[in-house]
């Protein structure tokens, strides 16, 4: 039906890559392009090996247009999906641009030389796609993305007005490995040790670093320590839902897990500023993130769930209601069907969702530059249960914040 362009090796991108030759009815060619072709080649005999479908390879720098543009104009895909490093979305936008090609991405744009995530310089680019008469789907991972869906959702089945959103990400699972990130680690890292905010009365809040947590009851799982972050989909949703009063984003950490961040923080190996060493400029958050585990490494012994869900209160028919969305995802499973573990999983299988959409349903087929909450959320929920990641809901419990 329609060629494919992923762009970005490492976990999120072989989980891509799996799931769109596992629907190659739908995707019919399919190139994955990394800096590291190596990287392609073994996820392409990978795939060949389990799902018998053959997949092209090709070597690109995303941090240079006109390679991309280059790769674009010999492979000729309808849609990238991009999946490298966030630093690399504007570029990767400017040679759609360029070529006339569809884009979809799981994280928003953030300058590599400073600690910042914001939609701003995504959104600038609305104008530019509706006249070339292309679409951009912005964060369609898991959250962001599937969290956004799961909002809009809520928004059209069951509220008149929302006033509280809090997302939970919870990772029960065991990798056995001393301290690794999830995803990579860089930007992982990146994320963490910033400042959180959150959204309460038109404003936003500022506090310290993991300064509010609580531990908070998981279906599946049990209560886990819960950490109050700033997260990109907050951005959009309060933009798209303006009843909200409080929107927060609440993620687990294991005290182990931060202990070694706090350690590392301390000694300046988080750091993102360059400093001399033997005469040339490292950046030590890179060079621990080379001596990290890499994610896509993870899942072979990888245990254990996660839990990932939104959990909203607001107004139906005069009433006050709550309601609760959210998907468990096993590891040990995902290892079994993509050789992935279940963080990857959880942000690949959505990157594929709405990459079918675009292809598929001609309400997710628009020029211009979307969050995935703008679009209509039943096809995506509907798709969710069908390709690995079914979800569950609960009205009117009682849930563990305060109003």
């Not at 675009?358 to 979307?370: F, H, I, R, S």
């Amino acid at each position: 039906m329609s060629k494919v362009l992923i762009i970005g090796a490492g976990g999120v991108g072989s989980v891509v890559a799996h799931k769109c030759a596992l629907n190659s009815n739908v995707f019919t060619e399919i190139m994955l392009a990394s800096r590291t072709k190596a990287k392609c080649d073994k996820i392409a005999a990978e795939i060949k090996e389990m799902h018998g479908v053959d997949i092209q390879t090709a070597q690109v720098d995303a941090d240079i247009v006109a390679e991309t543009v280059l790769l674009i104009k010999r492979f000729q895909p309808k849609v990238l999906i991009n999946v490298a490093l966030p630093y690399q979305d504007l570029t990767i936008m400017d040679a759609c641009l360029e070529t006339g090609v569809h884009y979809l991405d799981t994280a928003n744009y953030e300058p590599k030389d400073v600690a910042k995530f914001e939609y701003s310089w995504q959104w600038a680019y609305q104008e530019r796609f509706k006249e070339a008469g292309l679409m951009a789907v912005l964060g369609c991972g898991f959250d962001p993305g599937a969290t956004q869906v799961f909002t809009a959702f809520a928004a059209k089945h069951q509220f008149d007005e929302m006033h509280y959103l809090d997302i939970i990400d919870c990772n029960a699972g065991d990798h056995g490995k001393a301290f690794a990130t999830n995803f990579n680690p860089e930007i992982n890292i990146r994320e963490i040790t910033q400042p959180g905010r959150y959204w309460e009365n038109g404003e936003w809040v500022e506090i310290p670093a993991m300064s509010i947590h609580k531990p908070i009851d998981y279906p599946g799982i049990g209560p886990k320590e819960s950490y109050v972050l700033y997260h990109e989909e907050l951005e959009s949703l309060v933009k798209n839902f303006p009843t909200l009063k409080r929107a927060r984003f609440w993620m687990t950490f294991g005290q182990a897990y931060i202990t070694h961040l706090n350690v590392l923080e301390n000694v300046g190996m988080t750091s993102i500023k360059p400093i001399k060493f033997n005469g040339i400029d490292i950046v030590p958050l890179e060079f621990l993130k080379a001596v990290l585990p890499a994610p896509d490494t993870l899942g072979e012994n990888y245990s254990g769930q996660t839990s990932i869900g939104c959990q909203i209160k607001g107004i139906k028919d005069g009433e006050e209601k709550t309601y609760y969305v959210w998907n468990n995802c096993d590891h040990a499973e995902c290892y079994r069907e993509v050789r992935a573990q279940a963080v990857s999983y959880t942000t690949g299988v959505p990157a594929m969702i709405g990459a079918m959409l675009m292809l598929t349903n001609d309400e997710w087929m628009k020029p211009g530059v979307y969050n995935v909450e703008e679009l209509n959320p039943d096809p995506f929920m509907d798709l969710l249960n069908i390709h690995g990641l079914p979800w569950h809901e609960a009205v009117n419990i009682e849930l563990p914040h305060e109003y």
